[in-house]
């Protein structure tokens, strides 16, 4: 069992980048929406102000760094790099699913960032269906201390446990054992898809159990149908994997129809964005933070370097994107309506 599930994220790891696995199809919807240009904006670029606050903590600029691996010598290599770069440039940053660590405590250290992120918002995580498999508000508190960790998220991924091989696919009563860990820990709990999207409808039952926070995690970007397609021996799998490659809500439409329906809401923009213009259309659109898993995985498996010349170009293109809307904060750049649906 314990075997399995790190070589599934070593698997994860060498697949997501190598292998053709993203969205074909099916997009973001980032593309259907463009900023009005200003073409006086009356500002300095230098009073531009991209901090933000989310749960509480103070950021420098509403980017994290979204939850992809741990458990294996290079999980925790990319966790390390990913961890520093937050904390120099005070990002929020979520780790991969910490399931291994119960399963193998010895590669708890892939996940013990803390030290090398002292000021980071940290997000814990591990997947809601574990709860139906033997996990419960102890192991959530443990995957917590570990981390130090500000958050826990609990993803949920349906469509990638029917594709992944022995996938565990009892998602009964789930919604009453999210609310147990809710109500027993004593920091917020985020509810995450993986990449297929996150509807209003769900966010209502959500929120009535005691979620704090959602990261659509919205279709566009990495199909874990496509990942899980590409690792299984079993040729039914894969073909069932290929079918559902581009199954999803688009994470525009997801920020769009959430914030619409609650605009107090935490909200977390991921699942495709790869710039900092979809990050500023997802914020224009109402979410708080802007998520990035493949360019960061890429750039943190590259070099320390990579890494800060992706995140001072992101930087770069949330500022560019302010300016010429003639907007000095974000706060600002929603009230404008400067972004239009084409």
Same mark, same amino acid.
């Given at each position: 069992?314990?075997? @399995? ?9 060498? #697949?997501?980048?190598?292998? &053709? ?18 073409? =006086?904006? +009356? ?7 991209? $901090? ?55 590669? %708890?250290? $892939?996940?013990?960032?803390?030290k090398?992120?002292p000021?980071?918002?940290?997000f ?9 498999y ?16 500000? *958050? ?8 990638q ?6 996938? &565990?696919?009892?998602f ?12 027993a ?12 999207g996150?509807?209003?409808?769900m966010?209502?039952?959500?929120? +009535?159990?005691?979620?704090?926070a ?9 199909s874990? %149908? ?10 039914? /799998?894969?073909?069932?994997?290929? $079918?559902?490659?581009?199954?999803? #809500?688009?994470? *525009?439409?997801? #920020? ?18 790869? @710039?900092?213009l979809? %990050? *500023?259309?997802?914020?224009? /659109?109402? *979410? ?16 320390p370097?990579?890494l800060?010349? =992706? ?7 949330? $500022? ?23």
């Amino acid at each position: 069992m314990t075997d @399995n599930t790190q070589s599934r994220k070593a698997d994860h790891i060498r #697949i997501c980048l190598e292998e &053709d696995v993203q969205f074909r199809r099916n997009t973001t919807g980032f593309e259907r929406y463009r900023f009005e240009h200003c073409c =006086l904006p +009356e500002l300095d670029r230098d009073d531009i102000d991209l $901090t933000t606050t989310f749960l509480g903590k103070s950021l420098r600029s509403p980017l994290l760094i979204s939850s992809m691996t741990g458990g294996t010598a290079q999980a925790q290599k990319i966790n390390f790099r990913l961890a520093e770069v937050a904390q120099t440039y005070r990002l929020a940053m979520g780790v991969g699913s910490q399931r291994v660590v119960i399963e193998k405590p010895e590669v %708890a250290e $892939t996940f013990a960032i803390r030290k090398a992120a002292p000021d980071a918002l940290l997000f814990a995580n591990v997947g809601a269906v574990q709860l139906n498999y033997g996990y419960g508000v102890g192991e959530c508190r443990q995957m917590v201390d570990l981390l130090e960790a500000d *958050a826990l998220i609990l993803h949920i991924n349906p469509l990638q446990e029917c594709i992944q091989p022995n996938g &565990d696919t009892n998602f009964k009563n789930l919604l009453h054992k999210i609310e147990q860990v809710c109500h027993a820990l004593e920091i917020p709990v985020i509810a995450k898809e993986v990449g297929n999207g996150i509807s209003v409808k769900m966010v209502q039952r959500l929120q +009535e159990v005691g979620i704090s926070a959602i990261d659509v995690a919205g279709a566009g970007g990495t199909s874990w %149908a496509k990942v899980e397609s590409e690792r299984s021996p079993n040729q039914m /799998l894969r073909q069932l994997g290929q $079918t559902f490659g581009d199954w999803g #809500i688009p994470t *525009a439409e997801c #920020i769009a129809s959430i914030a619409h329906y609650d605009s107090d809401l935490p909200l977390i923009a991921s699942g495709g964005l790869r @710039n900092g213009l979809d %990050a *500023a259309k997802a914020i224009a /659109l109402g *979410a708080d933070l802007a998520g990035f898993a493949y360019p960061f995985l890429r750039a943190a498996s590259e070099s320390p370097q990579a890494l800060d010349q =992706l995140v001072q170009l992101l930087i770069a293109e949330l $500022t560019t994107v302010l300016f010429c809307t003639g907007n000095v904060n974000f706060a600002h750049l929603q009230q404008s309506r400067c972004l239009q649906k084409l």
